[in-house]
């Protein structure tokens, strides 16, 4: 199985960004230790080319670790008929102990990763590298996640057997269930569906604020991730048996199939897409009296807000656009 394009295209990956990052973190910590703008030495001007060159490389290898969340997820889903008893990628990840972990921490560090890239962006609008600190401590920050992450996913894939029985995705995420997959599924439509427009409603008032009179970033970025949780909950309990048009299927991971249009992908890059926005927005708020950042930070900020309910404005219109059109009536 080790010779499967997408096993072979995330070990590559992986192990790239692995060496990257663990490099740069190593620049970052010496930037970090003897960064002093108000010298001119000899050692100021090496730290500052070099800033350069490892935020060059960051910046790359983090974009490839947010592509990679989703080549995961559609590399198991593609694996899941070498298994019997899985009916999609959730019976892939439940293969060995490995697979689930790896996902998670593939979801953190993309979280992250998408921050650090705001954080970078925010750095070069500045001419005195205002956010070169706190830029490389969230890499630091970073580093030992992605290499986690990397020996989780490199024993899952290389753990990988075909001969191996699995779960498939109904004993998973079924009502009556243990676990927690199947605790969300049995979520009453009744109480999360008003708990789901409520964080929307909120969200959108929320970001109102801030593009309009530029306060309140902070509240906006735990309200993202409010409404990403809650979100997840929803698709879980109740948006997927419409989609489903089942009363009783609850997988969030036959979304990704044809049957379903591929639905889960703009579904799942909607709701990431906008955490990244909303996270990144509340991150740029500790810097707004930055005197290099004054023109430039509230309109970042106000560009992010926008992206962020624009995403999720469009994860709630595909959501409702599939509870209007399915014949399923709860």
């Not at 969200?203 to 735990?222: D, K, P, Q």
Request: charged share 10%; net charge positive.
């Amino acid at each position: 199985m080790i010779q499967h394009p997408g096993i072979l295209a995330l070990l590559l990956a992986s192990g790239l960004v692995s060496l990257l990052l663990l490099g740069a973190g190593w620049q970052g910590w010496r930037i970090l230790r003897g960064w002093d703008l108000r010298r001119g030495s000899e050692r100021q001007l090496d730290l500052e080319r070099r800033t350069y060159l490892v935020s060059t490389l960051v910046a790359n290898a983090l974009v490839i670790q947010v592509l990679s969340l989703f080549l995961f997820i559609f590399t198991a889903d593609g694996l899941h008929n070498q298994f019997v008893g899985a009916m999609c990628a959730a019976g892939a990840l439940a293969v060995n102990a490995f697979g689930y972990p790896t996902l998670l921490l593939k979801v953190v560090t993309c979280l992250l990763a998408g921050v650090w890239l705001v954080l970078h962006r925010a750095d070069t609008q500045g001419y005195d590298y205002p956010l070169i600190r706190p830029k490389y401590l969230l890499l630091l920050i970073l580093v030992p996640l992605v290499l986690v992450e990397t020996w989780l996913q490199a024993r899952y894939l290389l753990g990988l057997k075909a001969d191996v029985m699995t779960s498939c995705c109904g004993s998973l995420f079924g009502q009556g269930r243990q676990g927690f997959a199947a605790e969300l599924a049995g979520l009453p439509p009744r109480i999360i569906q008003p708990v789901f427009w409520a964080s929307f409603g909120a969200l959108l008032l929320s970001g109102t604020v801030v593009i309009r009179i530029r306060r309140g970033a902070a509240w906006f970025s735990l309200l993202s991730l409010v409404f990403l949780a809650i979100s997840v909950a929803a698709l879980i309990s109740v948006f997927c048996l419409y989609i489903y048009e089942l009363p009783t299927h609850h997988c969030p991971f036959c979304l990704l199939q044809r049957e379903y249009g591929f639905v889960g992908y703009p579904i799942y890059g909607t709701l990431l897409g906008g955490a990244i926005c909303g996270l990144g927005t509340g991150a740029l708020y500790p810097f707004r009296t930055r005197k290099s950042l004054l023109a430039s930070l509230p309109r970042m900020q106000s560009r992010l807000a926008w992206l962020t309910l624009a995403l999720a404005g469009a994860f709630t219109l595909i959501v409702a656009l599939w509870m209007a059109a399915s014949p399923l009536k709860l």
